[in-house]
C-alpha cells in the first residue's frame, strides 16, 4: 500500500481521528454546512475503504451526516446536487469491497429482520398511504443492509467495540456543545427555551437527543469500568447534564433504569461485594440528604412541576395526553388484527382520527400491533429475542450492549425509538456486537493509544 495511504490508515485507527471528526461535526452543525458535511462524509468513508482502516470508524462520517447539520439542503443550488455526486465514490468502494468480500448472511438477526420485512410487505395490503408504508419498509432495509455489512467486516470483536464506545463517548460531548451553542444564540430565553422543550438541534427532536445521550453515557461506563481511568467521569456528568436539559420524561425513565442496571452490574461484577454496598449505602444516604436540601429551598417541587406540568402546542403531548394516540392505535389495530394496518400508517390514520401531526404511536408495541399486526409483533418479538439472547453472558461488554437495548426497550414505551430511521441506523451498529463470535476476549485490557 502507498505509504501516504498507510499514514492515511494510521491516523483514522488513532484516537486522534475521533476527536478531529468530532471538531468537524461540531462546526459544519454551528453555520449549518449540509453540502460541506455530505461531501466530507464522501471524503472521509472513502479514505476508510480504501485504506482498510477498522470499519467500525465509519460510524462518525455516518454521524456527520446524522448529526452534522441541521438537514436544510437547498435543492436550488449547484452545490447540493455536487455534495450529492460525491456520495458515488464511497457507494462504488463499497460495492467493490461487497463483491470481493463476501458478506455473511447467515445469522438470527437477518432472519427476524427479513420476517418483519416480509410481514411489511403483506401489510401492504391494508395500507392507507403507500408512500409512509415504502418509508417504513426503507427504513427496516437500510437496518438490515447495515446490520450484514458490518457483521461481515468486524473481525476483532475487542477492538471495533473500544472504538465504538470511545466514538460515542464524544458524539455525546458533541451533542452536548450542539445544545449549548444553540441557547447562547438567545441566551435572554435560554430558561424558556430548555422549560418549553424547544432545544431545536435541527436533526431531531428532544426525544432522540436524549437517546443518544443515553447511549453515550452507557459507552463511557464501559470505557472507565475497563481502563478504570477517572477522566472518564468528565463526560458522564456532560451526558448527565445535557439528558437533564432535554427535558425528555420517557428520556428520564429509560435513564434512571439504566443507571439503576450500572450500580448493579458494579456490584455484580465486584470482587468486594460488601465494599462496593458500603459505597451505595454512603453514596445513597448523601443522595436523601441532597434531596432533602433541594425540597427545603423549593429547588425538588419546581423541578416537579417543570416536569409533569409542562404541555406543548396540545394534550395529545402531555403525558396523559398520549392516551387519544394510543387509543387510535388499539382501534385500528382491531380492524386488521392479523396482518395489520400496513407499516408506518400511524401518519396517515392519527391525522384522520384524531387530527395530530404525528408520525409514530409513540410506543413500539403498540406501533407494531397496529401497523403489521399480530403476525409482525411476533416477528418483532423473535427480533428482539435474536438480538438480546447472546448478550446474557458473564462479561461487562455484554452488559453494556445490554443496557443499550433496554434504552430503546424502555423509552421506546412512552417515545419513538424502534422504526425511527436515525435511532435505527445507530442501533445497526449496536447489534452487530451480538451477531459476532466471540473470536478475541472482549474483556481484555482497553487501550485506546493504538485502536
Not at 419513538?416 to 474483556?443: C, G, N, P, R, W
Amino acid at each position: 500500500m502507498n505509504k501516504y495511504f498507510e499514514k492515511i490508515k494510521t491516523f483514522i485507527d488513532s484516537k486522534y481521528f475521533t476527536i478531529v471528526m468530532s471538531a468537524i461535526i461540531v462546526f459544519c452543525h454551528t453555520f449549518d454546512l449540509f453540502n460541506l458535511s455530505i461531501i466530507l462524509l464522501s471524503i472521509v468513508a472513502s479514505l476508510i475503504l480504501i485504506t482498510k482502516a477498522n470499519i467500525m470508524n465509519v460510524f462518525m462520517p455516518v454521524c456527520l451526516a446524522l448529526i452534522g447539520n441541521e438537514h436544510n439542503a437547498n435543492p436550488k443550488s449547484p452545490m447540493f446536487y455536487i455534495a450529492l455526486a460525491t456520495l458515488t465514490a464511497p457507494v462504488v468502494l463499497l460495492i467493490i469491497d461487497i463483491i470481493r468480500n463476501k458478506l455473511k448472511i447467515r445469522n438470527k438477526i437477518f432472519l427476524s429482520t427479513a420476517l418483519l420485512i416480509l410481514c411489511a410487505f403483506i401489510s401492504l395490503i391494508n395500507t392507507p398511504s403507500f408512500s409512509d408504508s415504502f418509508n417504513g419498509i426503507k427504513t427496516l432495509g437500510i437496518f438490515l443492509a447495515s446490520t450484514i455489512y458490518f457483521s461481515s467486516r468486524i473481525y476483532d470483536k475487542k477492538s471495533a467495540f473500544n472504538i465504538f464506545c470511545y466514538m460515542f463517548m464524544w458524539i455525546g460531548m458533541v451533542v452536548f456543545l450542539q445544545m449549548q451553542i444553540y441557547l447562547l444564540k438567545d441566551a435572554s430565553n435560554m430558561f424558556k427555551l430548555i422549560k418549553d422543550k424547544q432545544i431545536m438541534l435541527g436533526w431531531g427532536i428532544s426525544n432522540h437527543y436524549v437517546g443518544v445521550l443515553i447511549l453515550s453515557f452507557i459507552a463511557t461506563f464501559y470505557l472507565l469500568y475497563i481502563s478504570k481511568k477517572w477522566l472518564y467521569i468528565i463526560p458522564m456528568i456532560v451526558n448527565t447534564v445535557a439528558i437533564v436539559l432535554t427535558m425528555s420524561r420517557g428520556g428520564y425513565l429509560a435513564f434512571a433504569v439504566i443507571v439503576v442496571m450500572m450500580f448493579l452490574a458494579v456490584l455484580y461484577y465486584a470482587k468486594d461485594k460488601k465494599q462496593i454496598i458500603k459505597y451505595y449505602i454512603i453514596a445513597g444516604v448523601s443522595g436523601l440528604v441532597l434531596l432533602f436540601i433541594f425540597y427545603q429551598v423549593g429547588l425538588l417541587d419546581k423541578f416537579m412541576d417543570l416536569i409533569f406540568s409542562r404541555e406543548i402546542n396540545n394534550d395529545v403531548f402531555a403525558m396523559n395526553g398520549r392516551t387519544p394516540v394510543y387509543n387510535t392505535a388499539i382501534r385500528r389495530f382491531k380492524n386488521h388484527i392479523l396482518i395489520g394496518n400496513g407499516l408506518f400508517s400511524s401518519h396517515y390514520y392519527m391525522a384522520l382520527d384524531i387530527n395530530a401531526k404525528l408520525y409514530f404511536y409513540h410506543n413500539y408495541i403498540l406501533q407494531t400491533m397496529s401497523d403489521l399486526g399480530i403476525l409482525g409483533l411476533i416477528a418483532f418479538g423473535y427480533f428482539i429475542f435474536t438480538i438480546v439472547k447472546p448478550l446474557f453472558k458473564k462479561n461487562i461488554a455484554s452488559t453494556a450492549l445490554l443496557m443499550m437495548i433496554v434504552y430503546y426497550l424502555v423509552h421506546g414505551l412512552l417515545d419513538t425509538t424502534f422504526y425511527l430511521a436515525f435511532l435505527m441506523i445507530i442501533l445497526s451498529f449496536i447489534v452487530v456486537f451480538s451477531v459476532v463470535e466471540d473470536k478475541v476476549d472482549i474483556e481484555k485490557e482497553l487501550d485506546l493509544n493504538n485502536n
